[in-house]
């Protein structure tokens, strides 16, 4: 039996249970009635904070937007010069990737949606803005080569963002024995150490962030 609405912080609850439940089992077949269920309290009470289970997936897409901006943004604080500071948010951004490959995917697709909701669509694009920021002042340092800083943003994204793909589906390299066939789990990506990961992320990076400097200097 469901509780009466009398919950700590039910938003944040349905959130995470949804959350899991997307890098796991997938929330296709799940309902919100059997979300409301799930975490103890009515449907009713779950509908008091999302309208239906569409706004419940873009509340999930719009945490995992902040969630990745600050990831990012305590990387690059932690780093000293623009080099170090693209290479720091990329790295930071592939590790969210690896760890939630699922919501990355949904975070994009949800945005890129033609009835997301305004807050949703500022926050993705709240994303990219710093990482054309980054490149902006690496320009201006004399870090990163001359040119539309929008541009190369755009080519350091989808590198990032690809590279994230790529590990979060674990496409990459597998720890020897690990289960790749099309039906294994996606918790078979934690089979494939960490720091293999990172170390190979950290690589990838360093070309694409060699790329960004100036002829002259590189």
């Given amino acids: 039996m469901t509780s009466p609405y009398h919950h700590g912080d039910l938003k944040t609850t349905l959130l995470a249970y949804a959350l899991e439940q997307m890098e796991g089992a997938g929330l ?3 309902s919100m009635r059997e979300m409301a269920k799930a975490v103890g309290v009515s ?3 779950a509908y008091r904070h999302f309208a239906d289970k569409q706004a419940l997936l873009d ?3 719009e945490q995992g937007f902040e ?3 600050q990831a990012s943004r305590e990387a690059v604080a932690a780093a000293q010069g623009s080099p170090d500071r693209l290479l720091a948010s990329g790295l930071a951004y592939v590790q969210f990737g690896r760890q939630h490959p699922r919501q990355l995917a949904h975070m994009f697709g949800a945005a890129a949606r033609a009835t997301a909701p305004p807050r949703l669509r500022a926050v993705a694009a709240d994303l ?3 990482l054309q920021t980054l490149v902006a002042e690496g320009q201006q340092h004399g870090s990163f080569r001359t040119g539309d800083p929008r541009a190369l943003a755009h080519a350091c ?3 990032v963002h690809g590279l994230a793909l790529l590990q979060g589906g674990h496409l990459l390299g597998q720890h020897p024995g690990a289960d790749v066939s099309a039906g294994a789990s996606t918790d078979a990506v934690a089979q494939w150490p960490d720091e293999a990961a990172n170390r190979q992320a950290r690589e990838a990076l360093g070309v694409l962030v060699q790329g960004m400097v100036p002829d002259e200097a590189s």
């Fill in 67 to 69: 969630a990745l901006r």
């Fill in 59 to 61: 509340a999930m897409a």
């Fill in 43 to 45: 449907h009713t009470a």
């Fill in 128 to 130: 990219f803005n710093d």
């Fill in 157 to 159: 994204w989808a590198m």
């Fill in 28 to 30: 296709d077949g799940l």
